[in-house]
């Protein structure tokens, strides 16, 4: 069983900057450095987009056209965490945030597609105004 907890969210003015953090615990605590990490965000009535991903092993990142330049994402594998940083937010980016983890590193190295990721965490909101 795999957990996943993000943190981090809140309201933030137009410009600002957050960092959110996905905490990893369960079966993939022993073995983490195997798992590939993304986050995808989502607004209601629309589907999950892909922001990002990290390989949890090399600390490799991938970043969607939209996310490239304004998010920055990485590792601690001692932790056994992601966070992802934010600047110069908009917007635009008002948001529920969500990790998800896959066992295998297929999933990492392109767009992160939601069906590749078998864990989840509940979601935090990130509100820019």
């Known amino acids: 069983h795999v957990q996943l907890v993000e943190s981090g969210g809140g309201s933030v003015r137009p410009g600002g900057s957050l960092t959110l953090t996905c905490t990893v615990s369960?079966?993939?605590?022993?073995?983490?450095?195997?798992?590939?990490v993304a986050w995808f965000r989502q607004v209601p009535g629309q589907g999950r987009e892909g922001i990002a991903s990290?390989?949890?092993?090399?600390?490799?990142?991938y970043y969607a056209p939209s996310a490239q330049g304004r998010f920055s994402l990485g590792r601690n594998s001692v932790k056994k965490m992601t966070l992802q940083t934010i600047v110069s937010l908009r917007a635009e980016d008002t948001s529920t945030y969500y990790c998800?983890?896959?066992?295998?590193?297929?999933?990492?190295?392109?767009?992160?597609?939601?069906?590749?990721?078998?864990?989840w965490g509940q979601g935090t909101q990130v509100t820019v105004s």
């Open positions: 990290v390989q949890i092993r090399s600390g490799g990142a």
């Open positions: 998800a983890a896959s066992s295998g590193d297929s999933a990492c190295g392109r767009l992160p597609e939601w069906s590749q990721f078998d864990y």
């Open positions: 369960g079966d993939a605590g022993d073995d983490f450095s195997r798992y590939c």
